[in-house]
């Protein structure tokens, strides 16, 4: 297992800074680009993170690094009653994208979504039920500062579920993984979106970002109870999931 990374370092983590950037120049491309370099497993993912979402209530859904709203949109066809959901992200390209989807179907009543850091989010304490994020806590500069956000936006008892990219366990999986990834992915995504620069930072965040019991620990370290993590298709995908606990605001 020694493969396996479990935090980034120097100097194997791309930098973070301004990565929205990077999203706003491939945003024309990225739903495309999702289904096929994941074979269309990140739709089983996201369909697998909704059964998550309680059922009991209405709720309000905030979902950070939404993207173009591909998250949002999967969870409102579950079964979850979400009352209004919230989109956050930095990148204008993606959201503007998101928006035309929203349009599409009918639901700007029930969507919103706004520009807005994951490790500074303009939205009022304790507003949210559930909190999501999909293949965007690796993108943030501090994770351990995004985790503390999601818990201030949570009401006591609120979920967040944190779908990412992870690294499997079997060793003969994670041989072929790290060939794709390295290999095969960045010239296939460069080619597709015209930037080879944008999937050779992804193939080289999965592998720096901690995952695992590693990633379990950072979210227990910012006050999440019941942390679980839940692996997809051998482990090349995992939600981790984790709740504010009770009788806790900030």
């Not at 697998?48 to 949002?72: E, S």
Request: hydrophobic fraction near 40%; aromatic fraction near 10%.
């Amino acid at each position: 297992m020694s493969d396996v990374p479990t935090a980034p370092t120097a100097d194997s983590a791309p930098s973070r800074k301004e990565v929205w950037k990077m999203f706003d120049r491939i945003a024309h491309r990225y739903d495309v680009l999702n289904r096929s370099l994941s074979f269309g497993r990140d739709v089983a993912w996201r369909k697998r993170l909704r059964k998550h979402l309680p059922k009991d209530r209405p709720i309000l859904l905030v979902d950070l690094a939404t993207g173009t709203a591909d998250q949002i949109l999967f969870l409102l066809d579950g079964e979850a009653e979400i009352d209004a959901a919230r989109g956050y992200d930095l990148s204008e390209g993606m959201l503007s994208l998101g928006r035309e989807k929203i349009s599409k179907r009918g639901l700007e009543e029930k969507i919103t979504l706004y520009t807005g850091d994951a490790q500074e989010v303009p939205a009022e304490s304790g507003i949210a039920d559930v909190v999501t994020i999909s293949f965007g806590i690796r993108n943030v500069e501090h994770v351990p500062t995004a985790l503390t956000e999601m818990r201030r936006l949570l009401k006591p008892g609120g979920k967040l579920c944190i779908l990412e990219f992870s690294i499997p366990p079997n060793p003969v999986v994670r041989s072929g993984y790290f060939f794709y990834f390295r290999h095969i992915l960045p010239k296939l995504g460069g080619w597709v979106s015209g930037d080879s620069y944008a999937y050779n930072y992804l193939n080289k965040t999965v592998e720096s970002f901690p995952c695992g019991e590693a990633f379990c620990t950072l979210m227990r370290e910012a006050g999440f109870e019941f942390v679980q993590e839940e692996r997809y298709t051998f482990g090349v995908a995992t939600l981790y999931t984790g709740v504010k606990p009770e009788g806790t605001h900030a």
